[in-house]
Each structure stands twice: as structure tokens, then as C-alpha cells.
């Protein structure tokens, strides 16, 4: 029996996958201007909503997992424990009218609903001390209602991780003089 030919398509595979198709009520989470730090929140966010909103799936563990396979046990577990706080918040107020995307979907990884855009530009915010943008934020996502509870845990979530600065002449690190070494400080 002759061997034939391999069969190809009759339509060739696109060489680079196309954009992500971006609907009105979506934003590519590259505009939003997050830090990395703030980027990697998204799986986690959307495990932990998933968690909620449907309490059987035990997408809780997904999240714990990311955030220690992505940051180590110890940051990483702590991010995420932080996290739920302010999701759990979240959830309290909204219930299910919070909208967003299933974290093991690829075809969403690079869009957030307005919901999801609207948290993540809270904490980003709040770890910069933006208090006037954080408030917009809040407010965004709460549908108006300053919940005490949300902004609480969003506080505590940026005091205990909080963005690094960004000009590096204004580290101390950075101004010190050449010829001496290196000081550590107390950081609490």
C-alpha cells in the first residue's frame, strides 16, 4: 500500500494569533497601566469571584496554588489570603451582579469586564496612596456605595503590599553615596 501525501487544510492556521477581541463592556488589561505585580492579581480575583459565586467549584485552591506557584509559599500565600479578604468584601456587597471572566478561559486572559478593571484600578490606586483616583475607583465598583468593608480590606491589602517607587533617585539606596556600603533600616 503506497503511502500518500499528508492531508493540509483546505485554510492555513494564522502564523501569530489574532488580538483579543475587545467588547464594549471590556478593556484590554494592558491599558489599564498596572504594575506586574497588579497584573498577576487578575487569576487570582477570578478564581476567588468563580469560588463565590459558586461555592462547589473549589476554585479557592486554584487560587492559593497560582499565588504560590507564581510568588512562592510565603509572599504568595499571603497575597492571595489578602486578596479573598477584599473579594469576599466585594462579594458581600455585590452578590452576583459583580461580572467577570472564568480564569481558566485563554480567550479572556487579556481582557477584564468593568467590574474586574474597576478592582484592579482600585488596589492599583490604593498602593500608590492616590487617594482622589481610589475613591473614583471605589465608587466604580461598588456602584456608588462607598462600602466601609471594601475599602477597608483594599487599604489593608495596599498598606501591607504597597508599590515600590518607581524613580529610583528616590530610594535611599539609590542617593547614597558610592564609596560607602550598603546601610539596612527597619522597615515596619
Known sequence: MPISEPQTPDRSLPAVPAAPTVSPEEVALADLGLDTFEGALLPQLR?????????????????YRSASERWGETFGLAVAHALFKVVRCLHDLRGDHYQGHDALTLATR????????????????????????????????TGGWMDPHVIRAALSFADRFPAGKANPAQRPQASAQPDQPPRLRVVR
Open 47 to 63: 478564581h476567588f469571584t468563580t469560588c463565590l459565586q459558586t461555592p462547589q467549584s473549589q476554585a479557592w485552591q486554584l487560587a
Open 110 to 141: 487579556a481582557v477584564v469586564t468593568a467590574d474586574e478593571a474597576a478592582f484592579l484600578r482600585m488596589l492599583h490606586h490604593m498602593r500608590r496612596d492616590d487617594t482622589p483616583a481610589a475613591r473614583d475607583s471605589v465608587a466604580d465598583l
